[in-house]
T-cell receptor, first 114, second 111 residues
Framework: EAGVAQSPRYKIIEKRQSVAFWCNPISGHATLYWYQQILGQGPKLLIQFQNNGVVDDSQLPKDRFSAERLKGVDSTLKIQPAKLEDSAVYLC????????????FGEGSRLTVL | DAKTTQPNSMESNEEEPVHLPCNHSTISGTDYIHWYRQLPSQGPEYVIHGLTSNVNNRMASLAIAEDRKSSTLILHRATLRDAAVYYCIPPGGTSYGKLTFGQGTILTVHP
């Protein structure tokens, strides 16, 4: 079974530029999550989708971050304009509807903002 | 929100057992206790979860205190591949399936 796919693995941009990350969850998983992990910290939830609807985006900085999951499968996370403090690993995870607390994470996309 | 307390770091020797503690004194009666780990340069991976009784799987064992205010993740024979950050997920931190991560315990395994 294929895992959660993310791209790109690495991205370096200058502040005020924009960037987009892509995630393909495990087939059949209805719930998709984006987490931000700053170096030395645990991951922090940015947004949670159930199919193509948003369940929780309370910690998403909506002035610069946006995310969509138009067809209830793939998802993109965009940052525009980026700030230095956005340097982090962006992790995508998915889980099935029979959620027992087991989330499956991708390897992450590491963003460096200069 | 519920909080957990874990040691910042622990060390072990290869092939020895490791006991990783977690305090979750604000747990409620229906909260599951979840453990995840994160290997270097990888996303977190599920290890184990439990409610009241001790649980075992191929990766580890989870011992839950009778009052459920603490739990211990047990790696029976540590390998170098077990070197990772181990996260005890706060009770209530899995509402709607989401996970709320703390700082975790950095486990170092010596050959």
């Amino acid at each position: 079974e294929a895992g959660v796919a993310q791209s790109p693995r690495y991205k370096i941009i200058e502040k005020r530029q924009s960037v987009a990350f892509w995630c393909n969850p495990i087939s059949g998983h209805a719930t998709l999550y984006w987490y931000q992990q700053i170096l030395g910290q645990g991951p922090k939830l940015l947004i949670q989708f159930q199919n193509n609807g948003v369940v929780d985006d309370s910690q998403l900085p909506k002035d610069r971050f946006s995310a969509e999951r138009l067809k209830g499968v793939d998802s993109t996370l965009k940052i525009q304009p980026a700030k230095l403090e956005d340097s982090a690993v962006y992790l995508c995870a998915s889980s099935s509807t029979e959620n027992t607390g087991e989330l499956f994470f991708g390897e992450g996309s590491r963003l460096t903002v200069l | 929100d519920a909080k957990t307390t874990q040691p910042n770091s622990m060390e072990s020797n290869e092939e020895e057992p490791v006991h990783l503690p977690c305090n979750h004194s604000t747990i409620s009666g229906t909260d599951y206790i979840h453990w995840y780990r994160q290997l270097p340069s990888q996303g977190p991976e599920y290890v184990i979860h439990g409610l009241t009784s001790n649980v075992n799987n191929r990766m580890a064992s989870l011992a839950i205190a009778e009052d459920r205010k603490s739990s211990t993740l047990i790696l029976h024979r540590a390998t170098l591949r077990d070197a990772a950050v181990y996260y005890c997920i706060p009770p209530g931190g899995t509402s709607y399936g989401k996970l709320t991560f703390g700082q975790g315990t950095i486990l170092t395994v010596h050959p």
